[in-house]
C-alpha cells in the first residue's frame, strides 16, 4: 500500500466510533503486518483485525471461528485461491444476521482474478497500491453491503457483467483449478519449474504435478502447446 500521512478514523455512529472485526488472508507475512500496522490502529481507525491467515485451510478455519464482517482475501493463496476461500464460507457469506462480507486485496488487476472472485460472491475488489485510509474507507462501504472497486477496475467490472459483450465463460479454463491456473500463467510465460514453485511457496514435484494435471485437462501434449494456448487466451 502507499503512504498515506492522513489521520482516518471509524465513522462516527451515535456519538461512538464505529467498529469493524476485520480478518486479513494473505500469504506473505510482511504484508500482512504492513495492513495491521496501517489500519489495525483500532481507536483512530475503528478497524479491529481479529484474525490472520496464510492459506485457504486457515482462512477457513479463522473465518468460520471469528465470523468477523470483512474479509480481506487475496486473490492467490497456496491450497486453491480466494475463489476457493469463498466457495467454503458461502453459508457464512448468505447467513441472515451477521453475514461474512468479502474485499478482494491483491497485486494482481488480471481479468480472471477479478470476475473468478466477484463471482465468487466477494462485494469487492482493490489492488495493493490503495492507500491506508481508503481501505480503511472501503472496509466500512463493504460492511454496509456497498459494492467497491479500484477507479481503474470499476468499468471494466461493469462491462463483463451488464455488457451484452461480456466474454464467455471458458469452460476448459473453468476446470483448473486456482493453483493450476497460476502454474499455468507461470509456465507460459517460460518460468522453469523450479523458478515457480520458488514464486508460489510449493516444491518443484507439486508443480510437476500441476502441469501434468493442466495437460490432462486441456488434452495438450507439451508446454509449447500449453502456452500457445494460453497466449490465445490472453492469459500470459
Known sequence: MTED???????????????????LVDDHRMFRTGVQAEI????????????????????????????????????????????????????LMTAAENPVRFLALSVSDAAEDVIGVIR?????????????????DSVFRVQDGDAVFSPRLAGFV???????????????LDRLTQREREVLRLIARGYAYKEIAKQLF??????????SAVLRKLQ???????????TARRLV
Open 202 to 211: 510449493i516444491s518443484v514435484k507439486t508443480v510437476e504435478s500441476h502441469v
Open 220 to 230: 495438450l501434449s507439451n508446454r509449447h502447446e500449453l502456452t500457445r494456448w494460453a
Open 40 to 91: 489495525g490502529e483500532t481507536p483512530r481507525t475503528g478497524v479491529e483485525v481479529v484474525g490472520e491467515a496464510a492459506d485457504v485451510d486457515q482462512a477457513v478455519t479463522v473465518i468460520t471461528a471469528t465470523r468477523p464482517e470483512v474479509v480481506l482475501l487475496d486473490v492467490h493463496l497456496p491450497g486453491g485461491g480466494g475463489v476457493e476461500v469463498l466457495r467454503r464460507c458461502a453459508p
Open 158 to 172: 461493469l462491462d463483463a457483467f451488464a455488457s451484452t459483450d461480456a466474454p464467455p465463460v471458458d469452460e476448459d
Open 120 to 136: 465468487g460472491g466477494a462485494r469487492g475488489y482493490v489492488t495493493k497500491t490503495i492507500t491506508g485510509a481508503d481501505l480503511v
Open 5 to 23: 500521512n492522513a489521520s482516518t478514523t471509524g465513522e462516527a455512529v451515535g456519538g461512538e466510533t464505529r467498529r469493524v472485526k476485520v480478518v
